[in-house]
Nanobody
Framework: QGQLVESGGGSVQAGGSLRLSCAAS????????MGWFRQAPGKEREGVAT???????NYADSVKGRFTISKDNTKNTLYLQMDSLKPEDTAMYYC??????????????????WGQGTQVTVSS
């Protein structure tokens, strides 16, 4: 059974940066499309950034130009570099994987496997 474990969350001031990591195990990671999602208290889970097996990417409008998704297939690890953080980026961030080579969809229901999440808090 596949497992995803996030790390790298924390508390930063507005304008700061964080780099999230997601270590994947238990399946052929390079064949899957992956994504980062977030959920703030009282809000629905939303897609932040996705990447497919070819390395093509997709971003939510709210993070374009500030966040960068990437992966290292040799390490089975997914990353999310977050720069110019804003208080509205505060949320629990989740890593997810879907059984699709080329899917870049941002809807949570499209994803089969999920990590436990890592908290990101941005103060003003």
């Amino acid at each position: 059974q596949g497992q995803l474990v996030e790390s790298g969350g924390g508390s930063v001031q507005a304008g700061g940066s964080l780099r999230l990591s997601c270590a994947a195990s238990g399946y052929t990671y390079s064949r899957y499309s992956m994504g980062w999602f977030r959920q703030a208290p009282g809000k629905e889970r939303e897609g932040v950034a996705t990447i497919d097996s070819r390395g093509s990417t997709n971003y939510a409008d709210s993070v374009k130009g500030r966040f960068t998704i990437s992966k290292d297939n040799t390490k089975n690890t997914l990353y999310l570099q977050m720069d110019s953080l804003k208080p509205e980026d505060t949320a629990m961030y989740y890593c997810a994987a879907r059984k699709s080579y080329y899917g870049l969809g941002m809807a949570p229901y499209e994803y089969n496997y999920w990590g436990q999440g890592t908290q990101v808090t941005v103060s003003s």
